[in-house]
């Protein structure tokens, strides 16, 4: 399918009002709704099936290659008994609203659709709300639960964490996972009084092997993302045994990459290294653009890695990913082995 047809149709789809999960619309029927999400799915597979490449070679001189074919799970947050593949993707949703001022409108429920097409065992959220009485009061179907909650598929356990206390409620980083989670911490690296800033540590079980995931969302200012990936790096330290599988994603907010060589210096790798044509290797660093969302020109979003094979990484993108939020999700799949 061309980029032009597709993007006509997730144009189509975009324009669909947001469909409430589990109730009925009182705006409009229910049933054309639906049939453009299933149209939007059959869009999202032919795009995931049309971006196979060549796979990139693992450690931190990655090959950036797209997706691959990954086959469907025997349900949707059921965990594969022994999986040669684990998909984690991180996607800042902008607090599940977008627009500015009377144009604000509500995304939450078409987050909901989208976060359940990305099929990822894991998925890094930042900018998450706990709760909002402002926007609760506002807008007339805003989830009567945590937003976490609201956007865990079913079978998957919603983790969140505070970062931030606003003055009409909360919100910070969340992971939604199909495996079972052993623990959780969180802290603090807020670098100044005027942005809270927080890390979120999930011990996952994945068939038996632990697996720990650091969702972070960092500071707007160069300096102060410098000074919060050290903090990083000392949790690591202190929290995690040098063997053990790690992924640390989230939204840098690091235009040129910049924070890549700290990260490469503490063994954590991204499947971004170097770009590959035909017939020449790129000693650049490559970027899945996904910032912003509408015209993305820099990529603000990372998954590092530590003790696991990068395979593919990409960034859906079209209208509707335009839609729901300012950044695009970034999906990757590792090679995962437990022997």
Not at 115 to 125: F, H, R, S
Not at 281 to 292: E, G, K, Q, S
Request: hydrophobic share 40%; net charge positive; proline share 6%.
């Amino acid at each position: 399918m061309s980029q032009s047809r597709l993007g006509a149709a997730l144009s189509r789809v975009a324009r669909a009002e947001p469909l409430r999960r589990g109730a009925q619309s009182s705006l409009r029927p229910l049933k054309p709704l639906r049939q453009r999400w299933r149209a939007f799915e059959a869009q999202y597979r032919d795009w995931i099936a049309g971006s196979a490449g060549t796979l990139g070679s693992a450690g931190c001189g990655s090959v950036i290659s797209p997706l691959g074919r990954r086959r469907a799970n025997p349900g949707l947050g059921k965990p594969l008994q022994q999986p040669s593949t684990l998909r984690v993707a991180t996607y800042n949703i902008h607090k599940g609203v977008q627009g500015i001022g009377p144009a604000r409108r509500l995304e939450i429920h078409n987050l909901g659709h989208a976060v359940e097409q990305l099929n990822a065992d894991i998925i890094c959220l930042q900018e998450v709300r706990r709760f909002n009485r402002k926007a609760a009061l506002r807008f007339t179907h805003w989830p009567d639960v945590p937003q976490a909650d609201f956007l865990a598929p079913e079978g998957y356990t919603a983790v969140y964490e505070t970062n931030a206390i606003t003055r009409h409620g909360e919100h910070g980083n969340a992971l939604l996972t199909r495996w079972p989670v052993l623990r959780k911490t969180h802290s603090d690296i807020s670098d100044h009084r005027f942005e809270q800033r927080g890390l979120l540590h999930v011990l996952l079980d994945v068939a038996g092997t632990p697996v720990h995931v650091i969702v972070v969302h960092l500071g707007l200012i160069k300096g102060s993302r410098r000074r919060q990936v050290a903090r990083l790096r000392q949790f690591i330290e202190h929290e995690i045994a040098p063997g053990e599988r790690l992924i640390v994603a989230g939204d840098f907010n690091d235009w040129g990459a910049r924070m890549r060589e700290a990260m490469n210096s503490m063994g954590l790798c991204d499947d971004t290294g170097v770009i590959k044509s035909k017939t020449l290797y790129f000693p650049f660093p490559a970027r899945i653009l996904t910032y912003p969302s509408r015209l993305p020109v820099t990529q603000l979003d990372f998954i590092y890695n530590r003790g696991l094979r990068a395979l593919s990484s990409a960034a859906p993108h079209g209208s509707i990913w335009a839609r729901m939020s300012d950044h695009l999700p970034l999906v990757t799949d590792f090679s995962f082995h437990t022997t």
